[in-house]
């Protein structure tokens, strides 16, 4: 199915279908991605990207205070000033794992994962060692029968991905840049 994101119930459509746990495909602020409800999609994504994934998969919340369900390490302030927003925080989880945690600046978005009521996975659309697509037309065309939705919301053509910041260490590190640059100032554990 093809929903268009401005539709007036496109939210409660799309937190429906992935409560079903079913694969969609949702922009965010940045860039187009798979998604599904942590940790049931886990396995649809993989077969849909076409990889043995490695790594585990960004889990976005719908508010900058839902870190504190998901993991007891204190995320230094000034860092968490970028949330909402397009930053990508690796923090330990509360299983003695890492987990990478995004509250997306969308508020569409966060408004479906609330609706959800559980934490959404989100990869890039594209197949294994390809760049993501961000023309709506290459992937209606490359997942449309993959997906069990599409949410449409034009072309992200010029968007970038998230920053990701490794916030395990002493030292934070900047795994990927992206959309957002990180100052010093930031990358300090508090």
Request: hydrophobic share 40%.
């Amino acid at each position: 199915m093809i929903l268009a994101k401005s539709s007036s119930d496109s939210a409660e459509i799309t937190a429906r279908i992935l409560r079903e746990k079913k694969l969609t495909i949702i922009p965010t602020d940045t860039i187009y991605g798979f998604s599904g409800i942590v940790p049931d999609a886990n396995e649809l994504i993989i077969r849909a990207k076409g990889r043995d994934e490695g790594k585990p998969f960004i889990q976005l919340i719908a508010e900058p205070s839902d870190l504190t369900r998901y993991t007891a390490e204190r995320i230094n302030p000034e860092l968490l000033r970028y949330w909402p927003g397009a930053v990508t925080i690796i923090a330990k989880n509360r299983n003695g794992g890492t987990t990478a945690y995004r509250c997306p600046g969308d508020e569409w978005l966060r408004t479906v994962i609330a609706k959800t009521g559980a934490p959404i996975y989100s990869t890039s659309v594209n197949r294994a060692g390809e760049p993501a697509l961000k023309l709506i037309s290459a992937i209606i065309a490359e997942f449309g029968s993959v997906a069990d939705l599409i949410v449409d919301d034009g072309d992200h053509a010029e968007a970038m991905a998230s920053t990701i910041v490794d916030a395990t260490g002493e030292k934070y590190r900047i795994i990927r840049n992206g959309a957002v640059t990180i100052p010093e100032n930031c990358l300090v554990r508090p």
